[in-house]
């Protein structure tokens, strides 16, 4: 009975210590900070802060909005926030699915959804967003999304 008990007590400390194990090896180092990185991303929107916003991209990054030209540099992303939130935008909200990361560079996927200041979805769709890695600080270099949203008659 003794040694049963041993061997049911290692294989249980076995099992926990590959859950550990997976779950560690699983989780992309860059995520916790790509996470914290769409925090102040979302609250930079949600406080009308456009040039908050556009603190979160790299110095030369693009943005690549749905049926609109490629923007180019903090700036230019500075005025297409801007012009998104005076459009009605009341907030802003990210669900990643999915960081993946190598070196300076990761990808992150995920939904986004706008809301008007009444709460009524505005946009929803998906992104993909390139992150650069600058000077420590995971930063959105190329960041892409499309609407789910049905095209306008």
């Known amino acids: 009975m003794h040694v049963s008990v ?6 249980a400390g076995t099992v926990i210590l590959l859950t550990m ?16 990185a769409n925090k102040k991303f979302v609250a930079a ?7 908050g916003v556009a ?21 230019a992303i500075q005025k297409m926030w801007q012009d998104v939130i005076d459009s009605g935008i009341a907030s802003v909200a990210l669900a990643t699915t ?16 706008m809301r008007l200041k009444d709460g009524k979805v505005a946009d929803k769709g998906k992104y993909c967003v390139v992150w650069k890695k600058v000077n420590g600080q ?7 999304w ?7 008659k």
């Open 6 to 11: 041993l061997r049911r007590a290692a294989a």
């Open 21 to 36: 194990g997976a779950t560690a090896w699983a989780q992309d180092p860059a995520t916790a900070a790509i996470g914290a």
């Open 45 to 51: 929107f949600n406080k009308k802060d456009a040039a």
């Open 55 to 75: 603190a979160t991209y790299s110095a030369d990054a693009n943005a690549f909005p749905p049926n609109a030209a490629l923007i180019k540099g903090r700036a």
């Open 98 to 113: 999915e960081v993946e990361s190598g070196g300076n560079i990761a990808y992150e996927s995920g939904t986004y959804e």
């Open 138 to 144: 995971w930063m959105l270099h190329r960041d892409i």
């Open 146 to 152: 499309s609407t789910d949203m049905p095209a306008p």
